[in-house]
């Protein structure tokens, strides 16, 4: 009989938070963060800096909870650190995407992480790609790519493209990295310097960015305990999905394990129509027949690559 590995029911849990993290992000910035003088890009400073310190609380409670595995040398604290570096730097690339398209239009682009970890994993674990299994990783692409496209006036958005596609490109080296470094050291140690390494980049951040402290500053003199109550709890899901999908990492096949992303278009397309239709002052989806369509299309293509993935093994 057939046996699922625990590693997909542990990447499939992490989709399911990474889509709340998602949904929570969108509303944070389309009710929040839309700045009067800035459409697109006000208040996205607010966010990366209130990520990446909340991420340090993460540190700390991995330290409460797993002090006596976490290595302190100096080559797990650096290359621990430069994890959540990488980690900074995609999610600043992935709110400045979706905060300028529909989440269903640009979260599905993330489906593009398998490609870029062929060659990392290649690199750095010495793991190696059957001919199907590349096919079935551009039809991944290619679903992206579909669903990327503006049907209506036959372009791109290429900015919001490249934006996720340098998100991708980051993620699939950060889960490699990590991998490595977790293989040596645990996953205490490299879910702890992951942290700290978001905490300095956003330290980094607010001092070397005017418009992200002064953003941040408001936040902070405004005490709205509504933005607060929901930035916490989307930071709660973002930390959990990571930290569960790392831990999946380590569990299964790199190259597999992202290809559980694939699922999270299906998952986020069901829900923001969902919430589209029945809650539609809280996101806002474009849910003509045409768009529709294009994003059935491309998403089907993505599911039936991934499957394709995942049997080629």
């Not at 208040?43 to 909870?65: D, P, R």
């Not at 958005?157 to 645990?186: N, P, R």
């Amino acid at each position: 009989m057939f046996e699922i590995p625990l590693w997909i029911y542990i990447g499939l849990g992490a989709q399911l938070l990474w889509v709340a993290g998602n949904l929570f992000d969108k509303y944070l910035i389309e009710t929040f963060f839309r700045g009067e003088d800035d459409e697109y890009d006000e208040g996205i400073g607010t966010l990366v800096l209130f990520s990446a310190f909340f991420a340090v609380l993460v540190s700390a409670g991995v330290y409460v909870g797993w002090g006596s595995a976490i290595s302190f040398s100096t080559e797990s604290a650096l290359i621990g650190t430069g994890i959540g570096i990488l980690n900074a730097m995609w999610v600043i690339a992935y709110l400045y995407a979706i905060g300028r398209s529909e989440l269903t239009k640009t979260v599905p682009i993330f489906q593009t992480i398998p490609v870029f970890g062929f060659i990392f994993a290649f690199l750095l674990l010495g793991e190696t790609v059957t001919t199907l299994q590349f096919i079935a990783a551009s039809g991944l692409m290619l679903g992206s790519f579909v669903l990327s496209y503006n049907f209506r006036d036959g372009s791109f958005s290429w900015l919001t493209l490249g934006l996720m596609l340098l998100a991708s490109a980051v993620v699939a080296l950060q889960e490699v990295v990590f991998k490595y470094v977790a293989l040596d050291d645990g996953f205490a140690t490299s879910a702890f310097w992951q942290g700290i390494g978001l905490g300095l980049t956003g330290l980094f951040l607010y001092v070397t960015i005017p418009s992200y402290r002064r953003q941040f500053n408001n936040f902070i003199a405004e005490r709205n305990k509504q933005i607060w109550t929901v930035s916490a709890i989307n930071e709660v899901f973002d930390n959990a999905a990571t930290l569960v999908f790392s831990y999946a990492v380590i569990l299964g096949p790199v190259l597999l394990v992202q290809a559980v992303n694939a699922y999270q278009p299906l998952v986020l397309f069901a829900i923001s129509y969902l919430i589209a239709i029945f809650f539609g002052n809280y996101l806002r989806e474009d849910i003509s027949v045409m768009n529709t369509a294009q994003k059935i299309v491309g998403i089907g293509i993505i599911t039936v690559g991934s499957v394709v993935l995942y049997l080629s093994v």
